[in-house]
């Protein structure tokens, strides 16, 4: 596809329920990272994706989120029972080749958890 | 590690004038520096990055200017115009990956 795309756009859920939020990076990019932006806030690392390498989760806050990433292109970023501190966007970026490489970014997803 | 900051929370300049955006690093050994631009409910937008071996880098109505001695960093836009209201990060690292600003929210005042 042309840039990174994400969905869905918008996510209401109630406090204690699961959600997927899923990531579709650019096409031939090997690295995928996600981000967590709260409102006024600047990007919160979360995880990074490298080709066939073991992930880096270092940036995960707690174990209720998980992040898969399917056949090295889409990924999905699960938060499990969701508490109303995990309302934030959460942003996807792709590049080329990870490290210093440019990461271009997907629209986000709005999550509000009630 | 790295830690990349912006000066000033929010910038108000005038249409038409010139806008400074300032930005500081920490760690010297980082090598490439990005600019995005953010605006209201979408995600960041590339507008110019620079490599540690250039000063100065110009686009369109952009210029991003890189002092390594202080390591400081900077993106000027000129003749700012109403679609320039936005949310700018700076973000810089090397090999291990980019460290992200906080941001600086630029207000275009008519």
């Known amino acids: 596809g042309a840039g990174v795309s994400q969905s869905p756009s918008n996510k209401v859920t109630e406090k204690g329920k699961d959600v997927e939020l899923r990531c579709d990076p650019i096409?031939?990019?090997?690295?995928l990272y996600w981000y967590r932006q709260s409102l006024g806030q600047g990007l919160e690392f979360l995880i990074y994706?490298?080709?066939?390498?073991?992930?880096?989760k270092s940036g995960l806050p707690s174990d209720r989120f998980s992040a898969e990433r399917t056949g090295g292109s889409v990924s999905t970023l699960t938060i499990q029972r969701t508490q109303q501190e995990d309302s934030a966007v959460y942003l996807c970026?792709?590049?080329?080749?990870?490290?210093?490489?440019?990461?271009?970014f997907g629209p986000g997803t709005r999550l509000l958890v009630l | 590690g790295e830690s990349v900051g912006l000066h000033l929370p929010t910038l108000s300049v005038q249409e038409g004038d010139n806008s400074i955006i300032n930005c500081a690093y920490s760690?010297?050994?980082?090598?490439?520096f990005i600019w995005y631009k953010q605006e209201s409910g979408k995600g960041p937008q590339f507008i110019i990055d620079i490599r540690s071996n250039m000063d100065k880098r110009q686009g369109q109505r952009v210029t991003v200017l890189l002092n390594k001695t202080v390591k400081h960093l900077s993106l000027q836009i000129a003749a700012t115009q109403p679609g320039d209201s936005a949310v700018y990060f700076c973000a810089g690292g090397g090999a291990d990956g980019l460290t992200f600003g906080k941001g600086t929210h630029l207000i275009i005042q008519p």
């Open positions: 096409s031939g990019h090997t690295a």
């Open positions: 760690n010297s050994a980082s090598d490439y």
């Open positions: 994706f490298q080709g066939n390498s073991a992930p880096d």
């Open positions: 970026a792709s590049s080329s080749m990870g490290g210093s490489e440019t990461q271009y």
